[in-house]
């Protein structure tokens, strides 16, 4: 079985420019999740859905971050303009459902440089 | 809020050896879900253990192994017979009942030697 797929790897920008990352899931995983780990930190949840559905985005900077996932497959992340203190590794997550015997598996993550 | 710490930014083991991971949480809820992840070096996070707070009985996985207090709300975990692909940044997570929100500490990295 393939696990989860995001792409990038690695992107270096600079602050104020734009980036996009992107997930695929395990097929037919339902809940994708996207965490944000900086460097020395564990992993914080920026946003969960469910299908094509906003489960919780509490801790989305929306002003500058957006997400979507289409047809409740792939999804996208984004950061329009990028800071410096996104400098992270943006980790992708998926699960068959929600619930707590529903495990969440991790993607490799998208290093992000932000100069 | 929840909140969780490791305290043990580093750790490091002898092969064959025996290695606790030491984590605390905070929390009023009663029912939750504590979790250890793995990290290897450029590698997917995979989980390691999970623990039911309702359950007295410590969890646990070959040679993987916890000590859940409930009471004073430290969640450790026991590596026995260390071998070196256990290397790794481990993460101590915490679940509410109702929720899918992980909540990480801050991870400790272990080090295994021949």
């Known amino acids: 079985e393939a696990g989860v797929a995001q792409s990038p790897r690695y992107k270096i920008i600079e602050k104020r420019q734009s980036v996009a990352f992107w997930c695929n899931p395990i097929?037919?995983?339902?809940?994708l999740y996207w965490y944000q780990q900086i460097l020395g930190q564990g992993p914080k949840l920026l946003i969960q859905?469910?299908?094509?559905?906003?489960?919780?985005d509490s801790q989305l900077p929306k002003d500058r971050f957006s997400a979507e996932r289409l047809k409740g497959v792939d999804s996208t992340l984004k950061i329009q303009p990028a800071k410096l203190e996104d400098s992270a590794v943006y980790l992708c997550?998926?699960?068959?459902?929600?619930?707590?015997?529903?495990?969440?598996?991790f993607g490799p993550g998208t290093r992000l440089t932000v100069l | 809020a929840q909140t969780v710490t490791q305290s043990q930014p580093e750790m490091s083991v002898q092969e064959a050896e025996t290695v606790t991971l030491s984590c605390t949480y905070d929390t009023s809820e009663s029912d939750y879900y504590l979790f250890w992840y793995k990290q290897p070096p450029s590698r997917q996070m995979i989980l390691v253990i999970r623990q039911e707070a309702y359950k007295q009985q410590n969890a646990t996985e070959n040679r993987f192994s916890v000590n859940f207090q409930k009471a004073a709300k430290s969640f450790s975990l026991k590596i026995s017979d260390s071998q070196l692909g256990d290397a790794a940044m481990y993460f101590c997570a915490y679940r509410s009942y109702n929720t899918d929100k992980l909540i990480f500490g801050t991870g400790t990295r272990l080090q295994v030697f021949p």
């Open positions: 997550a998926s699960s068959l459902g929600q619930g707590i015997y529903n495990e969440q598996f």
């Open positions: 859905f469910q299908n094509n559905g906003v489960v919780d």
């Open positions: 097929s037919g995983h339902a809940t």
